[in-house]
């Protein structure tokens, strides 16, 4: 299995930025897309952004040029850095991983990560 530990999260101002970090466990099949979910109080939850091992991104509109993902595959982690926060980003934010083996994939989530953005 995959153990996915998120960091970063915390308390920022509106137009504040945070980066937030997940890392995986080692493991011997290989990890293909990590990418970050997020559920806001009394919302579903959406997808915010994922990568693909080779580096191919997908966003959701409401984040489109103010966060970034990006991953280190050395050391199986993901990045998520958060510009130009707005209250509405305030959420907990879950680390997820697809892990292929023997050719059919598996689905792991972190814990969540608090993300407030108030004044």
């Known amino acids: 299995q995959v153990q996915l530990v998120e960091s970063g999260g915390g308390l920022v101002q509106p137009g504040g930025s945070l980066r937030l970090s997940c890392a995986a466990s080692?493991?011997?099949?290989?990890?293909?897309?990590m990418g970050w979910y997020r559920q806001a109080p009394g919302k579903q939850r959406e997808m915010v952004a994922d990568?693909?091992?080779?580096?191919?991104?997908n966003y959701a509109e409401s984040v489109k040029g103010r966060f970034t993902i990006s991953r280190d595959n050395t050391k199986n982690t993901v990045f998520l850095q958060m510009n130009s926060l707005k209250p509405e980003d305030t959420a907990v934010y879950y680390c997820?991983?697809?892990?292929?083996?023997?050719?059919?994939?598996?689905?792991?989530w972190g814990q969540g990560t608090q993300v407030t953005v108030s004044s």
């Open positions: 997820t991983a697809v892990q292929n083996r023997y050719g059919h994939n598996y689905y792991y």
């Open positions: 080692a493991i011997m099949f290989t990890i293909t897309t």
């Open positions: 990568i693909t091992l080779g580096g191919e991104t």
